[in-house]
């Protein structure tokens, strides 16, 4: 019987392992040429797929374990399929205190007519006080002008004559004796260099990600003192930005559909994809 066939009569965990145990693999020579750690193929092998990171990161273990293990991938990935059911978000908006019409969709309909008309008539009749002059910011508004009219009508105080200066007592003449004129230095002008554009963040500096995903990717990124800046499944057309103390570590599933910019600077994620997923460190 061929490893195809024999792939679809058990679990996608079972399958990989016992083809890992014919070709005379461990577990730990898995986990060196998939790039992967070592309690991530237990994990799989396992089927306990909650201790791994989302279902499109699952996806790309299996092919590429299979492709490893030079077997056909599509059947252990549709018995993935079938094990495998990431499970379902449920948001109950009435545990939040949202409000919601009572009565159908014709009732909130007439309710929110009648709220509309009741504000247009309050905002039409405070406008007709407003112009008749009955309100008191009205009163207060037209009275302003009178009184900075008043003010300006009345005379201005005569302003005093002004006082002649004193004539100051004649000096008497001394011998003035040649000034001392100090040598000149030369000035030195500080010149300072200035960075090049779109210079990368120096080491222990701030960087900051930009990606861009034409497809579903899962990345992981963490900052250089190891701290999670990001962990999580990215849908298609999506754009994240993430920025954290360098030097980052990222981890990119499905590395081919995103665009990386670091720094405003294009990074080619190419020469970093091993099976479609892409690790790299950038400073």
Same mark, same amino acid.
């Given at each position: ?57 699952? /996806? ?5 374990? #299979? %492709? $490893?293990?030079? &077997?056909? =991938?599509?059947?252990?990935?549709? !018995? ?50 407003? /112009? ?5 910011? #009205? %009163? $207060?508004?037209? &009275?302003? =002008?009178?009184?900075?009219?008043? !003010? ?132």
């Amino acid at each position: 019987m061929s490893d195809t066939a024999e792939a679809g009569t058990g679990g996608p965990g079972s399958t990989l392992a016992r083809l890992r145990t014919e070709r005379k693999l461990s577990i730990a020579d898995v986990a060196q040429r998939l790039k992967y750690g070592a309690r991530q193929i237990e994990a799989l092998e396992a089927e306990e797929f909650d201790r791994l990171p989302g279902a499109t990161f699952v /996806r790309g273990m299996v092919r590429g374990y #299979a %492709k $490893l293990l030079e &077997t056909d =991938p599509e059947p252990i990935l549709g !018995a993935l399929e079938q094990r495998y059911v990431p499970g379902e978000i449920s948001l109950d908006l009435r545990a939040k205190r949202v409000p919601f019409p009572q009565g159908g969709k014709r009732r909130g309909n007439r309710t929110y007519l009648f709220l509309s008309i009741l504000v247009f008539i309050a905002v039409a009749g405070v406008l007709y006080e407003w /112009r008749m002059g009955t309100l008191p910011l #009205a %009163k $207060l508004a037209s &009275t302003k =002008p009178a009184e900075q009219q008043d !003010a300006k009508s009345l005379p201005a105080p005569a302003s005093a004559p002004a006082l002649a200066p004193a004539s100051a007592p004649a000096e008497a003449e001394l011998p003035v004796s040649p000034p001392v004129v100090a040598p000149e230095k030369p000035a030195v002008a500080a010149t300072r260099a200035a960075p090049p554009p779109n210079a990368p963040a120096a080491p222990g500096g701030e960087g900051r990600v930009r990606m861009e995903f034409a497809g579903e990717s899962w990345v992981e990124i963490r900052d250089g003192e190891g701290k999670l800046l990001m962990s999580q499944l990215n849908p298609t057309g999506s754009r994240r930005v993430v920025a954290g103390k360098a030097p980052l570590l990222l981890v990119i599933g499905n590395a081919a559909n995103v665009r990386l910019t670091y720094n405003d600077k294009p990074i080619d994620l190419k020469p970093y994809i091993q099976i479609e997923v892409a690790r790299l460190t950038l400073d």
